[in-house]
């Protein structure tokens, strides 16, 4: 579904990424983990398209398609989904409003026919309570005062009513108490499905207690150093992100 | 400029002594003023040659509300309409509310009459605004709105002022006085519409004595031709709250002052404000705000979108007076060009003479917010969609924050229509 081959990207002048390979086949669920710094961030708003991140080698192939010859709408119309670590305010737009533009752009790029107000708004509703979040915050502008924790659940429904093929998790879990990590992890494990894979992009080994992944990946300085299963993680925990330096990276 | 005078005194209606005394000292007042021009400070960006064609007497007009494209938001008070200056009592309602006398001058019993001399002027300051005395010259049928001590209104009042297309440019006046008596609550709306070329000359006046909260609303929706030169006079005393919330589309000529004084100690006033020009239109909104005691906070917050080869200009002065300590004010003026031809001349003026304040301001003009941009489009929006979406969440933060509900039903449409978001539900109902 997802395959990434020696992605080397930067920011301002600096390079982040530096020759990254992955690989993500339907279905499953990849964690990746790093310390700070180790570029995690970079990769989720590089697979967006994020303006200011410039690729300078390597390739992205999105579901047979280069990704990044793609405008940041079509990869979404694709069905990519970026959970963002710090989603926007936008004061002014409704959720509601927001979210109806996004599901009906989304759904026509797809060719499939836009929901009517009503239907729309009873899914809607349903993705609020899905993610236990009051039905008053679709009334409220997008994310605008919204706590840490109702602005990732706030993602994590966007993310059910847009079905997308492959979900980007970016730190959804920090911030999080352990209440509204369990509502997010149900979540991602309900819409677990042959067809969706999920990147869990993550600084703690917390999160993937709630949502098993198939892999777990170490990134460190811009590349993958390390790939393992769930193990993995729990040794990551036990012994520090330094640990690796010690054995792998120096 | 064009003899703006002449047309409207041959239109002249007898009138009380009152009246007739305030139009003479009008007339001196107007005949003796200096015409800005733009070499006057205040006038800079404005320029008044719109005004130099040839101006009638506005006609009466009987059209029905649907001739006329009258389209009012449903407010549920009493509404006072006037077409081309003119009242129209067949267009208009009065809902009886004990806590409420609203009135025409030329209505008004003995008792009104007194008040109306006596506050009618009081807070407009003689010579520094020459339209205001052209106000006064011409003055004929004005609304008389009085909020009765320690009473609350039950629904808000509208006030709408229609012009219809007149054969020749017609130039008419408005007139309204609000007096808020001590401890009383109310609402107010005036609304400004029509089509064609003509001028109108607006000048609403608010008092609000101790205690009292007005919540204001002045909508400018007229064509895109319309001359507009007019202001707004109000004087708080001790703790009144004023909301007042201007919404500008379109016109030729706009040119509005809206002057607040803080005259008692604890008065708060929010003050909002949005303006939206396209085409060749021009609107120049000068606040000033007085703050003369201690105590006294202020919330100004104006935005504006500007495109093609229109021009704005805000110029927000806050005058905090040596004895004015604990002032609160802030100001903030955040504009969006959407052209390369749009043109915005912005100027927050803060003048402090006191020691023990916090003050703060902020004038802007920006593009859109790149990361919101980039947010709404991971979300699959295209970029020309997520534009206007973001264009009128800027403006519509402004129309959240009212109060008014039936109001912000009729704005919101308005303005997703007007940047033409493809906005398919009302997020009210969103919660049922």
Known sequence: MLSIKDLHAEVEGKNILKGLNLEIREGEVHAIMGPNGSGKSTLGHVLSGRPGYEITQGSVEFLGKDLLKLDTEERAHLGLFLAFQYPVEIPGVSNMEFLKASVDAVRESQGASAYDTVGFMRRAREACAAVDLDQAFLKRGVNEGFSGGEKKRNELMQMMLLEPRLCILDETDSGLDIDAMQVVASGVNAMRSESRSFLLVTHYQRLLDYIEPDFVHVLADGRIIRSGDTSLALELEAKGYSWLDDSEVA | ?432
């Not at chain 2, 107010?188 to 001028?199: I, L, M, R, T």
């Not at chain 2, 007085?290 to 110029?315: M, Q, W, Y």
């Open chain 2, 1 to 432: 400029m064009a003899d703006l005078l002449t047309p409207q005194l041959n239109a002249e209606t007898p009138a009380p002594d009152w009246l007739q005394s305030r139009r003479l000292a009008g007339r001196a007042a107007w005949e003796s003023s200096e015409m800005p021009t733009r070499k006057t400070e205040a006038w800079k960006y404005t320029s008044l040659f719109a005004l130099q064609q040839p101006f009638m007497a506005a006609r009466e007009s009987a059209e029905s509300a649907e001739e006329l494209g009258l389209e009012l938001p449903q407010l549920a008070g009493s509404r006072l309409v006037f077409v081309n200056g003119f009242w129209r009592e067949d267009l208009s309602e009065i809902e009886p509310d004990a806590a409420i006398e609203l009135v025409r001058f030329s209505d008004a019993d003995q008792t009104q009459a007194a008040l109306i001399a006596q506050h009618l002027g009081s807070v407009v300051p003689g010579n520094k605004h020459p339209f205001s005395a052209l106000n006064d010259a011409v003055l004929a049928d004005g609304v008389f709105l009085r909020i009765l001590t320690g009473s609350k209104a039950a629904r808000p009042v509208q006030l709408v002022w229609h012009n219809s297309p007149q054969v020749d440019a017609a130039i008419n006046s408005q007139r309204l006085l609000v007096l808020a008596e001590q401890h009383s609550e109310a609402t107010v709306v005036e609304h400004f519409s029509g089509q064609g070329h003509s001028f109108t000359n607006g000048l609403p006046e608010l008092i609000l004595a101790a205690g009292a909260a007005l919540s204001h609303s002045r909508l400018h929706l007229e064509s895109a031709e319309a001359l507009h030169v007019g202001g707004l006079h109000a004087a708080l005393e001790r703790d009144a709250t004023l909301n007042s919330f201007h919404v500008a589309f379109g016109g030729k000529l706009k040119r509005i002052d809206i002057v607040i004084n803080h005259q008692g100690h604890g008065a708060h006033c929010q003050l909002d404000g949005m303006y939206l020009l396209r085409g060749q239109e021009h609107v120049d909104y000068h606040t000033c705000i007085e703050h003369a005691l201690p105590h006294c906070t202020t919330d100004e917050t104006f935005r504006g979108i500007v495109g093609d080869k229109a021009s704005a200009v805000f110029n927000g002065r806050i005058h905090i007076h040596p004895d004015a300590q604990k002032t609160r004010a802030e100001l903030s003026n955040k504009n969006l060009l959407t052209s390369a031809t749009a043109e915005v001349n912005t100027k927050p003026e803060l003048e402090i003479y006191a020691d023990d304040v916090q003050c703060a301001h902020g004038a802007t003009v920006a593009q859109l917010d790149e990361s919101m941009l980039h947010y709404l489009r991971t979300r699959g929006i295209p970029a020309d969609e997520a534009l206007v979406l973001l264009s009128y969440g800027f403006i519509n933060a402004l129309v959240e924050k009212q109060r008014l509900e039936s109001l912000r039903d009729y704005l919101k449409p308005r303005l997703a229509n007007y940047f033409g978001a493809a906005l398919a539900l009302d997020p009210d109902d969103a919660g049922g």
